[in-house]
């Protein structure tokens, strides 16, 4: 059983930066894909990132251009850099690890990132 700790989340401006971290409990490379949801208040959860194992990586439109996905396979470790940040960007993200084999999603408990205007 893998668990997901993410961190990082912070009240910040509208126009600056934040880094999330997502640190594995186990190995990462096991995991076919690694991702960032986001949920805001009255809002469904949504996809943001996703980075599969071969490196490759596919963003929301709505972050395209400020928002950053990496993974540290050593580190077991997933990064989400998010940059111009607005004050639509606030939610609280979640880390997702999916397995293929049994098919299986693995969530990290949540950070909060709000973004002031």
């Known amino acids: 059983q893998v668990q997901l700790v993410e961190s990082g989340g912070d009240l910040v401006q509208a126009g600056g930066s934040l880094r999330l971290s997502c640190a594995a409990s186990?190995?990462?490379?096991?995991?076919?894909?690694m991702a960032w949801y986001r949920q805001a208040p009255g809002k469904q959860r949504e996809s943001v990132a996703r980075?599969?194992?071969?490196?490759?990586?596919n963003y929301a439109d709505s972050v395209k251009g400020r928002f950053t996905i990496s993974r540290d396979n050593a580190k077991n470790t997933v990064y989400l850099q998010m940059n111009s940040l607005k004050a639509e960007d606030t939610a609280v993200y979640y880390c997702k690890a999916e397995q293929l084999f049994p098919r299986k999603d693995y969530w990290g408990q949540g950070t909060q990132v709000t973004v002031s205007s």
């Open positions: 186990g190995s990462i490379f096991s995991f076919n894909a």
């Open positions: 980075v599969i194992r071969g490196g490759s990586t």
